[in-house]
C-alpha cells in the first residue's frame, strides 16, 4: 500500500444538495461547562469563543464549496455551512453536526454517521480475525479480504455522494476519499461532471495537474529531465537515465515505511542484475535531506542517490503517493510505473539478461 494519509472519516452522503435557506448559518453547539472554549473556522471566519451555560451560538458567512470546522479540546467536528441552523453536542463520544434542513450539512452528517459505522464495522471484524485467528498467514490473508471489502463499501458510497453532489464540498470532500485509487481515465471521467466552481479548486486543480503529468510521463514516453541543488552540488536525472542502461528508479522518503519495505526487494533486484546492463537509482522526495542520508546508511543502500529532490520529480511525474517505483529503458523510455513487492524483479528480468 502506498503511503498516504486518507481519512474516511472526512467524506459526505450521497444526497442531493437543496438550496441555502438563508444567507447566514446559525451554528449552536454545546460544551460541559463556562470554562470551555471551542475554536470556530469557517470561510474568512476563525476565532475562539467561550460558550455561556454550556452553550455557544454563533452567525456564520455561507460557505459550501469548503469545509468549516470546530474544534474543541483535541477532537474537531467537520460540517459544511449551508445557511441552515446546525448544532454540534460536544459532550457526545462522536459529536457529529447537526442540521435542521435536508440541504448539504444535513448530507455531510448523514454521511459521517454512515462512513463511522463503516469504520467500526472495520475495527470489529479485524478484533474478531486476531482473536480467533492463529496462523499468521491466514491472519493477513482474512485481514486483506476485509480491507478489501471495506474499501469497496467506501468507494460505492463516495461515487453516490459525488453524482448527487457535483457542485460543493460534499462532492469535493468524498472524491478526496477516492481519487488514489481510481485509473486514471475515471478520475479524469469524474472531474469532468463536477461544476467549474469546484473544478477550480485546488484540490480538483493539482488533480488535474497531475493526470496531466502523468500522461505526459506514461509508459512507452520518452523520460523528462530535471535538475537538483543540494549544497551547491547539481545532479541531473540525465546523468543516470538515459545513459544506455536500464535504470530501476525509486522515488522514496526516509519517513515513508512502505519505501523502507521495498528496499530488501530492490537489493535482491540489484545484487542480480547491476552491471553493464541495470542500474538503480534512488531520488528522495518530499524529505529532510540529512534525514535521507542517515536513513539510506542505516538500510545500506549501495546504488546512486539524488538527495533533496522534494517536489521536483513528483510534479514532473505525477506522483502523489510514495515507494513509486519506476524502470526506464536504455535510451531512457519509460518502460514500467508504479512497480512493488515481487512485481519488480519479475519486471526486470522480462527485460535485462
Excluded at 464549496?65 to 470546530?70: A, P
Excluded at 478526496?176 to 479548486?201: A, F, K, M, R
Amino acid at each position: 500500500m502506498k503511503f498516504r494519509v486518507i481519512s474516511i472519516l472526512a467524506a459526505a452522503f450521497a444526497l442531493a444538495a437543496c438550496s441555502q435557506t438563508s444567507d447566514r448559518t446559525r451554528l449552536t453547539c454545546y460544551t460541559e461547562g463556562d470554562s470551555d472554549h471551542i475554536r470556530v473556522i469557517c470561510a474568512d471566519v476563525d476565532t475562539v469563543v467561550y460558550p455561556q451555560g454550556g452553550v455557544a451560538v454563533l452567525e456564520l458567512p455561507v460557505e459550501t464549496l469548503d469545509v468549516s470546522s470546530v474544534v474543541y479540546y483535541t477532537s474537531s467536528v467537520s460540517f459544511v455551512s449551508d445557511g441552515s441552523e446546525i448544532s454540534i453536542d460536544l459532550r457526545e463520544e462522536q459529536p457529529v453536526a447537526e442540521s435542521s434542513a435536508k440541504g448539504i450539512a444535513a448530507a455531510y452528517s448523514k454521511f459521517n454517521k454512515a462512513v463511522n459505522a463503516l469504520q467500526k464495522e472495520y475495527v470489529d471484524a479485524a478484533h474478531k480475525i486476531d482473536v480467533e485467528t492463529e496462523s499468521d498467514v491466514e491472519k493477513s490473508a482474512k485481514m486483506g479480504d476485509l480491507y478489501e471489502k471495506v474499501s469497496i463499501k467506501l468507494l460505492d458510497i463516495s461515487k453516490k455522494a459525488i453524482k448527487s453532489n457535483r457542485d460543493n464540498a460534499v462532492g469535493l470532500v468524498a472524491l478526496s476519499n477516492i481519487y488514489n485509487g481510481l485509473e486514471s481515465s475515471e478520475l479524469l471521467e469524474i472531474i469532468e461532471t463536477l461544476s467549474p466552481d469546484l473544478q477550480e479548486t485546488e484540490f480538483v486543480s493539482a488533480l488535474l495537474s497531475s493526470l496531466n503529468a502523468s500522461s505526459a510521463t506514461a509508459e512507452g514516453k520518452m523520460f523528462t529531465d530535471f535538475e537538483v541543488n543540494y549544497h551547491g552540488n547539481i545532479q541531473k536525472f540525465s546523468d543516470y537515465v538515459g545513459k544506455g542502461k536500464y535504470v530501476l528508479v525509486d522515488f522514496w522518503a526516509s519517513w515513508c515505511a512502505p519505501c523502507k519495505a521495498e528496499v530488501p526487494n530492490l537489493k535482491q533486484v540489484y545484487e542480480k542484475y547491476h552491471g553493464d546492463q541495470f542500474d538503480i537509482l534512488s531520488v528522495a522526495v518530499w524529505d529532510d535531506a540529512e534525514a535521507t542520508l542517515k536513513s539510506a546508511e542505516e538500510l545500506g543502500i549501495p546504488w546512486n542517490q539524488i538527495i533533496n529532490a522534494q517536489e521536483i520529480p513528483t510534479s514532473i511525474y505525477g506522483i502523489d503517493g510514495i515507494p513509486h517505483i519506476i524502470l526506464f529503458g536504455p535510451d531512457g523510455t519509460i518502460l514500467k510505473r508504479d512497480l512493488r513487492g515481487a512485481q519488480i524483479g519479475e519486471t526486470v528480468a522480462k527485460y535485462v539478461k
